[in-house]
């Protein structure tokens, strides 16, 4: 490559900036697989002979089934290829794979085959390593009646499978790709078409997160062009979008995909605050929107706007009155075009109306000599301080910021909500609007003010002139290189709001406007929604369900349904369930893989509630190695975090809404009854609550939980 590089001639200046951009290409590349990456190499798949001899772009060969006659009648059979599966493709040096990239096709045998459908594979192989170690083999055999064999000798079985090695691990506070494990169903997902929308629901645990991130990977990998930068992840709390951040970089594409949190999808606002459930249902619910294009309306009102307007035109001093200004603004307001781009209309109007007012209109019959008189009179008149200024004062440009804080007045409030939001409703959400921040739900009205405000186009500012530029002439060119430059910069900020591919985790939880603020982030977008209903913490799930196919529009829908729980042993999965059914009667939980034999235990609070938490948190701290959780009602939160003082970083305390999508070795859950009594939603959140655990759950109860002899909270009964 350097010697490539070094090269000064290289025939035709075509061929010059080929080889750059070959230089360019292989320095990248190189760059991939220098850096250090945790598992390069995790895969292999021992492959019977295929049924025709063709092979694929990667070098594999394509066929997915075996050959006649490849396993023999005895059951015997032999390897025909092996396939090595990494995180990027490598080739030797004379263009035969050596490792297959996970995401193309020769890789879809090591994740789809599976004993019920092999296809040709015998045996999957994971191989766990660090740098240049390997730690450990996992072996799965997808045709365990079959003796095969390899260059002779027998195929050898290391291991319990990968799946369960990977399952039985202790967590961080960041999540881990699962690259070397997915499963058949999930990769489905992983691999479904970009066009239109690819729907999934799942259950808890079932991988939907994950699944998320790897698609995201997936389709970098099959269109880079159209995708990179423009792949956006939604992502319900900050909380979450730290777990997961790790897992894009860990399959080698740092920096390609936006991972944002629904509080922070508006730039220059982020949300520091939550609402109480009351205020969070009416700020998320569509009857915002009437409310939001009122206040927008109303707040040109405030600021003192003048009473009335006095100018000197002609020599004559004109004057608008009260009544007559109210008229022109309601005049120039009709219509649902943005507010702020509708000032040259008002101002329009009151030269129409001052120009009535002089008398002048009559004075020429002559339609040139009176079109002349007019322009000349609205010269004389807008060039004036004080029509300026009036204009500024009594119409002006309005930010979202400001329209929001206007709503915090509770009289205004109940007047631009009347007939859509009772009184109550309208003083609990004024009065949420005057703390110090911003709430999640602020921010999707924010964004919806930003669209029925408009922004106004900026003059263009005319640069200085460098003397020096003057003197070479330069100044001829700089202008119009600096112009489409700066049409470039604009182009791309609008490029940057608006996305290729969204993928949507916990859509359940989206509120409608929360919908309507994502789906003008993905307009012309394709999409992947995953979700789960029976985890909604939203009240009304019809309206969200509305707002979402808005948002979409009329594309063509993918269904995909993950049905294995990979997260919870069945012993807590089974607890989960008995709330599940109260939930959301009639679902079906998803199938836990794996069982632990321990059982979730019950505590009933002694007196002290903040001492009998601490004192469970610390027992499973000493029983895991990794994470444990404590989930409580939102509103313990802070009191929640001083009991667990002082226990160090593996264990947290978090809110019952904070809980979302993450995950932890251990859990306590505080009062299920107070988390279910939250909300209309709380039964689905404390379902939420329940299923965080990959191995040990405690459930601490006390008098408002009805606990039985044993501990179990009613909630928790059969
Ligand atoms: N194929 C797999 N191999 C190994 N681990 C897996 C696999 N699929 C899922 N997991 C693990 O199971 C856990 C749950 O996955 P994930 O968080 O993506 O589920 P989810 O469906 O988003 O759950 P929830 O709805 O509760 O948020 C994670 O630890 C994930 O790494």
Redesign the pocket.
Known sequence: MRDAAQRGQVGTPGALAERDAQVFRAGLHLNRLNSEYEDFLFGRIDLLRGKDGKKGPDGAYTAVEPAEGAVRPDNTADIAETLHIGRIGVLDENYAPLVIDWRAPAAAPFYRSTPVDPGRVVRRRVIRSKGRRVLGVEDDLMRPELKASLNGRELPVIGDG??MA??GQA?THT????V????AE?DQVIRAPAASVTYVE????????????HRAAYLLYQDRRRYAGGILIVSPTPL?VAYTEGVLPSLGEEGQVAIRALGSLVDGAEATLYDSPSVARVKGSYRMLKVLRKAARGALELNDSPARLRVVAFGRRLELQAGELERIRRTALGGTAPVNLLRPRARRLLLDALWERSGAANRHTDPELAAELRSSFDEDVTSEDEFIAFLDAWWPELTPAAVLDAMADERRLVRWSRRILDQGEARRVARSLRRDGWSVHDIALLDELQAILGTPPRPRKKREIDPLDQLTGLEELMPVREETQRERAERLAQERVEYAHVIV??AQDLTPMQWRMVGRRGRHATWTI???PA?SSWSDPDEAAHARDEALGSRPRRRFE?T????NPAEIADLASKVLALAMPGSRAPRAVRSTGVKPRFAVVDGDLGATVRAEAARLLERVDGTVGVVVAMQRRAEARRWLGGLGDRVVALGSLEA????YDATVVVSPAEIADESPAGLRVLY?AL??A?QQLTVVSDGRDEPDAAGVPDLLRD
Request: without cysteine.
């Open positions: 990968a799946l990977a399952l967590r999540m881990r790709d699962i070397a494990s997915i499963q999930q799942g259950g808890p645990g079932t991988g939907k997160t994950a699944v998320a991130l979450l985790d916990e995953v979700g789960d985890q993950l294995v729980n990979y997260r979302k999508g993450l995950e939420v299923t965080r990959t």
